[in-house]
């Protein structure tokens, strides 16, 4: 199983973010998807998560600091989900990670264990 995620990078405070995560080996609609986050020198936190197949989106979780800012979403044609970040606050600076929970369906939790994780992605922004 391989995550590999992209489109981070460096943004000024206010502006916008798509994260990408390709997966391989692994069908996403066997598991639910969650996205964490790593800021230098504190510990990792969950930030969104998502559960559907096909064409339907079941359940979604967001951690209280980005609601209304993130929302998640998965092409599972393309064996991909995305992290539309808006919004973007200096505090959202972090290497950011997909991760699959397996045979996880109908539901997530942005606390929960994952089995499979991406390598990351550094997302910076500036004041």
């Known amino acids: 199983v391989q995550l590999v995620e992209s489109g981070g990078g460096l943004v000024q405070a206010g502006g916008s973010l798509r994260l990408s995560c390709t997966a391989s080996g692994y069908d996403l609609e066997d598991g639910a998807i969650g996205w964490f986050r790593q800021a230098a020198g504190k510990e990792r936190e969950g930030v969104s998560c998502v559960s559907g197949a096909d064409t339907r989106i079941f359940y979604t979780d967001f951690a209280d600091s980005v609601k209304g800012r993130f929302s998640i979403s998965v092409d599972y044609a393309k064996n991909t989900v995305y992290l539309e970040m808006n919004v973007l606050k200096p505090e959202d600076t972090a290497v950011y990670y997909c991760?699959?929970?397996?045979?996880?369906?109908?539901?997530?939790?942005?606390?929960?264990?994952?089995?499979?994780w991406g390598q990351g992605t550094q997302v910076t922004v500036s004041s």
């Open positions: 991760a699959v929970e397996d045979r996880r369906i109908g539901n997530c939790g942005i606390r929960g264990v994952y089995d499979f």
